[in-house]
């Protein structure tokens, strides 16, 4: 099987987060960002792939702390994979989280992660997006 690269799995994530906007895309359906490329493996994260559940996407994109409209994280792959900043949260094995490009009213987006996270005792082997809104960067 062929290997797809950032441009796909970014040009199919887009794709997917379209629909989700026009509402045709599954209840529960879970995207998949691809493996961590090199600059998020200096920093610890394992080759597992990236996953986002469209409910989680949903939920934070509603939070009224931090509402934003879906489709501003369009191109998520290729923001993730080259992040501004990156940094640990808590145990630096179980989380991290990226500053990426994705801007909404002058606001960095923040993406969390969740490394290789444990659900009822058994380990998940993803990098699960655990948190997607636009923060301030004094915060």
Known sequence: MEEL????????????????????????????LGAPGTML??????????????????????????LYDISEVKDLPKAINNPLAAFTYGDSAKA???????????????????????????KLNINDIRNVFPKDTHE
Not at 13 to 32: C, H, K, V, W
Not at 41 to 65: A, H, R, T, V, Y
Not at 96 to 122: A, C, D, M, R, Y
């Open 5 to 32: 690269t950032l441009e796909d799995i970014n040009a199919r994530f887009n794709a997917e987060l379209q629909r989700q906007i026009d509402g045709t895309l599954p209840q529960g359906y879970m995207y998949s």
């Open 41 to 66: 493996q200096s920093i610890g994260m394992s080759c597992s792939p990236i996953e986002l559940k469209s409910e989680k996407l949903k939920e934070k994109s509603s939070d009224p702390n931090h």
């Open 96 to 122: 991290v989280n990226l500053i990426v490009e994705i801007e909404h009213q002058g606001k960095n987006f923040l993406v969390g992660i969740s490394l290789n996270p444990t659900v009822k005792g058994e």
